[in-house]
């Protein structure tokens, strides 16, 4: 399982810099007039199955939850009542999140018609603009920015870390959570999340 943190991308890239023992990176701890390291490409990890997805039994009531939408409007899941949610938490940051993004925008796609919703709820705490930059600059379409710059959300749900996927049923409970990066467009996940929800 592939989660990623704050603390892990900072010190993660820290380590990697020293443990290369390049000339680059000990001129980097000179502080060079301008920047000459680049890190490494870090290879894409592997999408999960949907055979990870762990269910909540008996379903469960979720906590009152504020998302904001791109004009920092506040919304609650209960708007979405009678619908079902795919609820991700994650960040442009995270190497996971980035993987898994493009099926989430294709999962979105292929439920549009059976009234369940994918809310991809950004934890970046530079906002939408960030949100709007990334999906621009990876061609995402079809989702729209949701926001938890402050992760009160993520920390209400108790979510260990990014990125963490809830789906949630129409009555709002949550039936089931998938933490790590997966392969949301496998037929699998199609599947299993409109047998969950209804």
């Keep these: 399982m592939s989660v990623t943190t704050r603390r892990a991308m900072l010190a993660g890239g820290a380590a990697a810099a020293v443990a290369g023992g390049t000339v680059a990176a000990a001129t980097m701890l000179r502080k060079p007039p301008e920047p000459i390291f680049t890190p490494v490409a870090e290879a894409e990890p592997a999408l999960e199955p949907f055979s ?59 439920l549009a018609t059976a009234g369940i919703v994918v809310l991809p709820l950004s934890n970046d705490r530079g906002g939408a603009p960030v949100v709007q930059k990334f999906y621009a600059a990876h061609a995402v379409a ?57």
């Design 52 to 110: 990870r997805f762990a269910p909540t039994d008996p379903p469960a009531a979720l906590p009152e939850l504020k998302l904001f939408d791109a004009a920092g409007g506040a919304h609650t899941l209960a708007e979405f009542a009678g619908k079902g949610v795919v609820l991700n938490l994650w960040a442009t940051w995270c190497v996971p999140c980035v993987a898994e993004m493009p099926s989430l925008a294709a999962l979105a796609t292929k």
């Design 142 to 198: 079809g989702l729209d920015v949701w926001l938890d710059p402050k992760g009160v959300a993520a920390n209400a749900l108790h979510a260990r870390g990014l990125p963490t996927t809830l789906v949630v049923d129409r009555q709002g409970r949550e039936r089931g959570r998938l933490e790590g990066g997966a392969d949301w467009a496998s037929p699998e996940a199609v599947e299993g999340i409109l047998r969950i929800v209804g």
